[in-house]
């Protein structure tokens, strides 16, 4: 037998997963018609000068990280990075997100070494855009930290067993229709 309270509970749960799913349905560009969200997204490089860009961003902080930090040389991911399409703007299909990993070097940061670890980082980072958000995580021999951009990009650099550093582009339109500069 379900009692009033009960009934109230279920209603209320209800309409919070309602609302959560309308939220989530409703990100930055699905708030837009589809000729403003490619112009937004007209506003950014496209995905092959992120990537380069990218690219060079994490080198140059894996490489500092080693000569300035003294922290182990990298072993490079099989797979170095991934893409999909952009669900941010759904009514414009020439749309990708690439995340890349720098794979990992071995061993963890020493906590003596990780403010001066996250203040060359975030030197770097900010030169791409990035700011530095926060900790994710923040205790003992296990940190991370990440940077976001106004693009939707985000940057992670923690340290555990490994030390790790990987970037996620946020939405970016294909050459292709940067070029062309009109929604397919």
Same mark, same amino acid.
């Given at each position: 037998?379900?009692?009033?309270?009960?009934?109230?509970?279920?209603?209320?749960a209800?309409?919070?997963t309602?609302?959560?799913?309308?939220?989530?349905?409703d990100?930055?560009?699905?708030?837009?018609?589809?000729?403003e969200?490619?112009?937004?997204?007209?506003?950014?490089?496209?995905?092959?000068?992120?990537?380069?860009?990218?690219? !060079? #961003?994490l $080198?140059?902080?894996?490489?500092e990280l080693v000569? *300035?930090?003294?922290? %182990?040389?990298?072993?490079?991911?099989?797979?170095?990075?991934?893409?999909s399409?952009?669900?941010?703007?759904?009514?414009?299909?020439?749309t990708?997100?690439?995340?890349?990993?720098?794979?990992?070097?071995?061993?963890n940061?020493?906590?003596a070494k990780?403010?001066?670890?996250? !203040? #060359?980082? $975030?030197?770097i980072?900010?030169?791409?855009?990035? *700011?530095?958000?926060? %900790?994710?995580?923040?205790?003992?021999?296990?940190?991370?930290?990440?940077?976001?951009?106004?693009?939707?990009?985000e940057?992670?650099?923690?340290?555990?067993?490994?030390?790790?550093?990987?970037?996620?582009?946020?939405?970016?339109l294909?050459?292709?229709?940067?070029?062309?500069?009109t929604?397919?």
């Amino acid at each position: 037998m379900a009692y009033p309270g009960d009934l109230l509970m279920r209603l209320v749960a209800f309409l919070c997963t309602v609302l959560l799913l309308v939220g989530a349905c409703d990100s930055k560009g699905g708030s837009m018609t589809k000729d403003e969200q490619f112009a937004e997204l007209m506003k950014r490089p496209d995905i092959e000068q992120i990537h380069d860009e990218y690219q !060079k #961003l994490l $080198e140059r902080i894996r490489n500092e990280l080693v000569a *300035k930090i003294g922290i %182990a040389p990298w072993v490079p991911k099989d797979e170095p990075f991934g893409g999909s399409g952009c669900m941010e703007f759904p009514d414009i299909s020439d749309t990708n997100k690439r995340r890349y990993s720098s794979g990992h070097s071995p061993g963890n940061l020493p906590d003596a070494k990780w403010p001066d670890a996250v !203040k #060359l980082v $975030e030197s770097i980072a900010g030169e791409h855009g990035f *700011k530095l958000h926060g %900790a994710v995580v923040d205790r003992p021999n296990d940190h991370e930290v990440t940077f976001g951009n106004d693009w939707g990009g985000e940057l992670l650099f923690g340290t555990a067993i490994n030390t790790t550093l990987s970037v996620s582009s946020g939405c970016h339109l294909s050459r292709a229709a940067k070029e062309r500069g009109t929604p397919a």
